[in-house]
């Protein structure tokens, strides 16, 4: 499977977000990662249903939605979730994460759960059946511009294993949160497919074209 870069909009500048998108599209960026959050679940509020529908007219590039809700059945279909799209949810998010997950396949979307640093990975056992892919956090969501928790880069490894172990080399493997170009290539090793690149990579320093190039090349090698 080719590395795919999701870039995180939360990250960017809002004043600018034409601009960004159009870049985004010119350098085949394959993903924005939306992060939808409702201040309950993390203590933070993301984009909203209003801005995504603006942003679904203008934009062909896919949509990664990360839901940090609590209970996310109850926003799912206010999303414009697409067939080529991505949504991933957190284990701990809904009281029936299986449910969960089978309702958001009524979009044909690829369907992940996403796993906090304290996660116990012993779920992706139970869940593996069930999903397209995993979104490992490397942080705990909510906020850009956080450090790696400590122990997220055994943690990655250990998901490496587990998808070897149920032969699933078809799962996208996706690492959000604090993924610099360095943690990208160290992430990569393990497995790791898919990257959110927010703040730590594509957004550093305003200076988002000369980013995607360093970020596709550090993907490549
Ligand atoms: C964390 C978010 C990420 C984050 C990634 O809650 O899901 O999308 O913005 O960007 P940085 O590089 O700032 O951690
Ligand atoms: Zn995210």
């Known amino acids: 499977m080719k590395n795919k870069i999701s870039a995180s909009l939360m990250c960017a500048d809002f004043f600018n977000l034409k601009e960004t998108v159009k870049l985004l599209e010119k350098h085949n960026v394959d993903y924005l990662h939306i992060d939808i959050m409702d201040g309950k679940f993390v ?4 984009i909203g249903s209003d801005c995504i529908k603006a942003l679904k ?3 062909s590039i896919p949509f990664d939605y990360h839901i940090m809700v609590k209970e996310p059945d109850s926003i799912i279909d206010l999303l414009g979730i697409r067939e080529n799209d991505i949504v991933s949810v957190h284990y701990e998010s809904s009281s029936q994460i299986q ?6 396949k009524k979009y044909n979307c690829k369907v992940m759960i996403a796993i906090n640093p304290a996660t116990p990975l012993c ?3 139970e869940l593996i059946y069930y999903i397209d892919g995993i979104n490992l956090l490397m942080v705990n969501p909510g906020f850009a511009g956080q450090k790696m928790v400590d122990n997220c880069k055994k943690k990655a490894d250990k998901v490496g294993r587990i998808i070897r172990k149920f032969k699933r080399d078809d799962i996208i493997f996706e690492v959000d949160g604090n993924i610099s170009f360095e943690h990208a290539k160290m992430l990569k090793q393990f497995g790791a497919n898919m990257f959110v690149a927010g703040t730590s990579s594509l957004f550093l320093d305003c200076n988002l074209e000369q980013n995607i190039g360093k970020m596709q090349v550090a993907l490549e090698e």
């Open 43 to 46: 203590p933070n509020l993301g």
């Open 57 to 59: 007219k203008h934009t």
């Open 99 to 104: 449910r969960t997950l089978d309702n958001i």
């Open 123 to 125: 779920v992706l056992e």
